[in-house]
């Protein structure tokens, strides 16, 4: 089994910051894409920021400039920074890992429970 737990959600002034991290555990061989979704009430999940394995970085363009999104290999930790907060930005959001859980396995997409973020004042 892989377990994806996130952290770090909470209430924000607009213009403020907030960081969400991941922990991805269980049966891992290696883990391709990690990033992070949103979804907020009565719209669609749409991506947020995905990283690859090598360090390649893809952001939506809504976020592009205030948010940073890392991760930590050895740790198999996926992080986002987030800044300069917009009210648009709240919804709850999703850690997201595309990993095999063995060497001669194909790769799944596993998801994490969410957590809230909310951009008011």
């Known amino acids: 089994q892989v377990h994806l737990v996130e952290s770090g959600g909470g209430t924000v002034q607009p213009g403020g910051s907030l960081r969400l991290s991941c922990e991805v555990s269980?049966?891992?061989?290696?883990?391709?894409?990690m990033g992070w979704y949103r979804q907020a009430p009565g719209k669609e999940r749409e991506l947020v920021a995905s990283i690859s394995d090598i360090g390649s970085t893809n952001y939506a363009d809504s976020v592009k400039g205030r948010f940073t999104i890392s991760r930590d290999n050895a740790k198999n930790t996926v992080s986002i920074q987030m800044n300069i907060l917009k009210p648009e930005d709240t919804a709850v959001y999703y850690c997201?890992?595309?990993?095999?859980?063995?060497?001669?396995?194909?790769?799944?997409?596993?998801w994490g429970q969410g957590t809230q973020v909310t951009v008011s004042s």
């Open positions: 269980g049966s891992i061989f290696s883990i391709n894409i």
């Open positions: 997201h890992a595309n990993l095999r859980p063995g060497p001669i396995s194909r790769s799944f997409t596993y």
